[in-house]
Every structure is written in C-alpha cells, then in structure tokens.
C-alpha cells in the first residue's frame, strides 16, 4: 500500500492524447486540493490518501475498487473516499471526466462539529463509496467549475459549504443535534460590512469571523434574520446602489464596475431580475 499526493498519484501514469488533468489548491477554502481531469486509458495504482476525496463524474463512467470491493460511479453520483482507504481508478468504456477535492480532516471534523453543536469523539466516516444524489452533484460541479476558472464568489462559497453539510448529515456516521438559532449581534456587523464592501468580493469566512460565529451558524442566522443568504443580500444591495448611480445618470457600464458586478451583462441579469426592465431602460425613464 501507498500514502501519496494526489499529484504524485498522475505522475504514476502518464496522459494520453485527449487527456487533462488541472490540480490546484483553493485559496477560499483554506489551500483546499482541487482536480479536474479528463482520461481516456489512464489508470491510478492502488494508493491511499491522508486526506478524503469528494467529488463528482461528470461525463462517461470510473470503474474503481475500494476496500477490495469493484464498483463504479457515473454522472449523478458522488464519490467519497476515506483517509487511508485503499484504491485505485480507471476508465470504463470510452473514459470519464471528473471533479475531486481533496479535504484534510480538519476542515469536515470543523463542519461536522459546527452541524452537531459539539466536539466530535471520533473522525467523520462516508458509510459508502459510492452515492446516487443527482442533486447534491450537481451542487458540487457548479461550485467546484466555478472555483477553478477563477471566479469564487461568496455564493459559491456558501454553495460548496451546503455540499459538505449535506454529504456529511446524509451519508457519513453523524447524526446532527437540532438547534435554534436566534438573532445575534454580530449579524449586524456582517451585514454592515456586506454595504462598505458591495464591490469587493466577499467570501464566507470573513463573514462568519465578524459575525463571530461558525460558518454554518452564521449561514442559518443570517437567511433567518435578514430574509437572504448572503449572497443574495449582497446582489440586492449592489442592485439598490445601482439604482442609485443610474438615477445620477451615470451609464451602465460604469455602475456595473462601481457596484462589483462582473460585466453589463452581469447587471442587466441582476437588475432585470429584481426591477423588471434593464438598467438602460431605468436610466432613460429617470
């Protein structure tokens, strides 16, 4: 048996034509390792991982054995892998394309302690390899595509922090105690900084650190307080100072850059959504 990175895992075998494999670590979630691949003949080596690995197929199918036992896992499916478990990987029929991360222990032993409202006694454990939850994958390729062109945003933050809540409360060995969270103060101190820093890009954690409160704490306070996830109380701030700017005159594209969306188009989707005409529109009824 191997422990291994997961880049020493590639290197083992080399890629092919009409092979890729992308691997980075995500700054937004504390150096977390991503990968995303595409293989046609490349097979892993049996090895292990200090870490879990979490993900999703995202086109053809991965044939893999785990703990001696052979399964395979398609789009629809999510994927976890234990620290320590052996297994290996390879392509089935014409090859997969898949998105993995790699998560140390620390960060789901945090999200699990944050859903139970206590210290966990022993390491969280996926009860299966292999999952279907069409719904749960789907949350986590558009999280993890995000990520990787670069464009994480506080929603997408929120989004992959849904997924790990959900994995670890429907297929890992934890039962999470039900809670009430009622207003806190430090919300307040949240929301105030979401309005002094509408055109920054926002993420999760500084959030939670002002709010005082735990990610997951902070996420159901702050939906039960204010009405929105942050993310969307973020876009409905921008689209009220947008209002502001385009009632002053100034043309869309400059209130798109003054208010932190990411083109016109952006807001133009934003806008029409929430005011039911485009920004132009408004402008030249203002």
């Known amino acids: ?15 092919m034509t009409g092979e890729r494999a992308r691997f980075w670590r995500e700054a937004r979630h504390g150096a977390l390792e991503c990968l995303s691949a595409t293989f046609r003949t490349h097979a892993y080596a049996p090895h292990t991982h200090e870490t879990y690995v979490v993900g999703v197929i995202v086109a053809g199918c991965e044939g893999f054995t785990i703990a001696g036992l052979k399964t395979a896992a398609r789009p629809g499916d999510v994927c976890f892998v234990n620290p320590g478990e052996l297994h290996d990987g390879c392509p089935v029929g014409d090859g997969y394309a898949y998105r993995m991360a790699y ?17 966990l006694q022993a390491v969280p454990l996926f009860r299966a390899p292999v999952v279907r939850d069409p719904m749960l994958a789907a949350m986590f390729a558009r ?36 809670y009430q969270v009622g207003h806190h103060p430090g ?55 947008a209002r502001r700017l385009l009632l002053q005159g100034l043309a869309p594209p400059d209130v798109a850059t003054a208010c932190g969306f990411c083109d016109q188009s952006h807001l133009n989707r934003v806008f029409k959504g929430r005011m039911g005409v485009t920004p132009g529109a408004f402008r030249a009824a203002s």
């Open 187 to 241: 919300l307040a101190r949240a929301r105030d900084y979401i309005d002094a820093y509408l055109c920054e890009n926002v993420d999760l954690a500084t959030l939670a650190s002002i709010a005082g409160l735990s990610r997951h704490h902070f996420l159901r306070a702050f939906r039960k307080t204010y009405g929105l996830a942050p993310h969307a109380f973020l876009l409905d701030r921008r689209v009220h100072a």
């Open 143 to 178: 999280a993890h595509h995000r990520l990787e062109e670069g464009r994480g945003s506080l929603y997408d933050d929120e989004l992959f922090h849904q997924f790990f809540s959900t994995s670890l409360c429907r297929y890992a060995d934890l039962e999470p105690a039900s």
């Open 1 to 15: 048996m191997t422990m291994m990175s997961q880049p020493e895992a590639l290197q083992e075998t080399p890629l």
């Open 103 to 119: 998560p140390e222990v620390r960060f789901l032993i945090d999200i699990a302690e944050d859903l139970l409202g206590r210290r």
